[in-house]
């Protein structure tokens, strides 16, 4: 399963509805990246698999991913979502409302995931999911099973990084900083642990009961 047609096909698997492609239009005005539709469909999956009633989401972009986790999730979760830019989250905002996402099942919290994190509850959350800086992955995955229950889910996107982790003569830092984070979590035993490639690339790994 390596030629472009049938990842193309991978990706085609689960249509999106309007309220998808509408996050994805404002994706492209403010020139966020989001999710691919193989990874948005697998946090969708993920979330319900987990029975998710607490997700937490590094990098709220304009929705795409968030409306995924929260259309996974329980029908009473809550997402808490950081971001550093308002903008975005104005927009996702928009999103979750349009597609029917009760106000009260989202919390969307502006700021720097290193200076957020550290104020949530640990144990407090079924799945985090981590798209933000990827220079800052190492220091995500510290927060992130620290914030997870036991059993529960840390995924990481762009964990390919547009091909460049798997080809070594790539040294930028956000390739380097994914590289080694896929390096730890490999060499981790206590850590169950997929490298799927959905979208740019899914690293999904459980905590230990």
Known sequence: MT???SLAYV???QSEDDHLRTARQHA???GVVPVLPGARAALSFLAGAAGAKSVAEIGTGTGVSGLALLRGMLPDGVLTSVDLEAENQRLARQVFLGAGISPTRFRLITGSAL???PR???GGYDLVFCDGDKVEYGEYLDEALRLTRAGGFVVFDNALWHDRVA???QRDPETVAIRELVERVRADEDLSALLLPLGDGLLVLQKPH
Do not use: G, I, W, Y
Request: glycine fraction near 0%; charged fraction near 35%.
């Open 3 to 5: 030629t472009e047609a």
């Open 11 to 13: 990706e085609q698997f």
């Open 28 to 30: 492209e005005t403010v």
């Open 115 to 117: 200076d957020v994190l």
């Open 120 to 122: 949530l509850n640990d």
């Open 167 to 169: 080809d070594p003569s």
